[in-house]
């Protein structure tokens, strides 16, 4: 036997988290000991919650809850295979039927969740021969899906259609095929991309378009079926994902869009085909969450009376000017960051600085919800001034 080297091969991990930690940016996840809400429970104190992507307050619903559970009496825990070999079940059709009626597309395919949904997705769309437009605030999941497919991938500045059109026009032609890749609503800023802009550009440039409705599904558009929605662009045939995380309050990714698209990705989206099914649980409060949103649209007039509310009593407070739910205080350096989140903790408020390496410049991130009551805001309102 060869002598052991003296030498930890993962020495290297301590001096990456001491790194970490110099830098400010160590993170680890806090515990919250109640159920979700406009007000939660850490360590024994409560804090109005500012940090939710449950917009409609729909994790909670009774009628998901009850959904959940008969589907869980009905099917069993697990779905016990992948959905082209045993996984397959008649809830799995059913919410995918009802994500292509939401979204008006001809049909939609769910996965595990939207980051799967991402990587699955774009890796099946393109390859070594293609390029990728990536706006540059892009989530994660959309930039790795990216890195995964071995596309050449260019960023475009965050929201420019000026330097997109002149990348499109400088470095199309050399590709077979293109595909442009934005959030709708950017999950950090909370601004939403300028859609129509960017599928003139798609259909100038003979390029595929594929946009991340995640913090948009159940939020934006008349029936909140998301930005294509808002902006009337349901005929245009862009690829829309999402997740069946935030508004809708279970756990999953969906692509919605042409019959074709879907056929093809249920034949080459790896993360869909290597993966076991959705749980019958989460399918069915999917379900539920989608009938909620259809038959009380209320839930979301009030999400906007609050964002609104909201930004009526910002004054000279440094806000990103954005269009969503989504709102983000600038702040210098990543200490003041931290310093004025664990202040406005103290004052009984729950929200979490956002830090490099999510972002390039760190910021506090308020997402408001449905179920937030005036005082709620009035109370943040206050504390902030
Ligand atoms: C949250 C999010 C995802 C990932 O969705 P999950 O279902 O949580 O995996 C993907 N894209 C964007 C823009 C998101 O905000």
Redesign the pocket.
């Known amino acids: 036997m060869m002598k052991k080297s003296k030498i930890d091969p993962y020495d290297w991990i301590e001096k990456t988290l001491s790194t970490i930690h110099q830098a400010n940016w160590y993170r680890s996840p806090k515990s919250i000991t109640s159920p979700p809400g406009p007000v939660i429970e850490i360590d024994g104190q409560s804090l109005i919650n500012f940090a939710s ?1 449950d917009y409609l307050g729909l994790a909670t619903d009774p009628r998901l809850k009850q959904a959940a559970i008969a589907a869980v009496q009905e099917w069993g825990t697990g779905s016990t295979g992948s959905r082209l070999l045993s996984g397959h079940r008649p809830i799995h059709q059913a919410l995918e039927n009802a994500i292509a009626e939401f979204k008006q597309t001809e049909a939609a395919l769910v996965f595990s ?4 949904a ?1 990587l699955g997705t774009i890796t099946a769309l393109v390859g070594q021969r293609d390029l990728i437009l990536s706006d540059q605030y892009n ?1 994660s ?2 930039k790795n899906g990216a890195k995964l497919s071995s596309a050449v991938i260019i960023e475009y500045e965050h929201q420019n259609i000026w330097d997109l059109a002149e990348k499109l026009q400088k470095n199309r032609p050399q590709y077979r095929r293109c595909l442009i890749v934005s ?1 709708s609503i950017f ?1 950090m800023d909370g601004d939403a991309c300028p859609l129509p802009d960017l599928i003139n550009l798609a259909q100038t440039h003979d390029s595929m378009l594929l946009i ?1 409705e ?2 948009a599904t159940g939020v934006m558009g008349k029936t909140g079926a998301g930005i294509v929605e808002h902006f009337g662009c349901q005929r245009e045939g862009i690829i829309q ?1 999402g ?4 508004a809708l309050g279970s ?3 969906y692509v919605a869009g042409s019959a074709k698209l879907i056929d093809y990705l249920r034949n080459r989206a790896a993360t869909w085909i290597y993966t076991t099914g959705l749980s019958p649980a989460d399918t069915a409060a999917a379900i539920a969450a989608i009938q909620v949103i259809h038959q009380e649209p209320q839930r979301r007039q009030k999400l906007w009376e609050n964002v609104a509310f909201f930004k009526q009593h910002l004054g000279q407070l440094d806000f990103f000017p954005t269009d969503s739910p989504i709102l983000c205080l600038k702040s210098g350096k990543t200490e003041d960051a931290l310093k004025l989140s664990e202040k406005l903790r103290q004052a009984g408020i729950f929200v979490p600085a956002i830090r490099p390496p999510t972002v390039p410049s760190s910021r506090l991130r308020f997402s408001l919800m449905a179920t937030h009551e005036l005082d709620h805001i009035q109370k943040l309102v206050t504390v902030l001034q």
């Open positions: 992507n969740s939207g980051y799967l991402n989530h999941s959309l959030d999950s991340d995640a913090h994902i997740t069946l995380s935030k756990l999953g990714g």
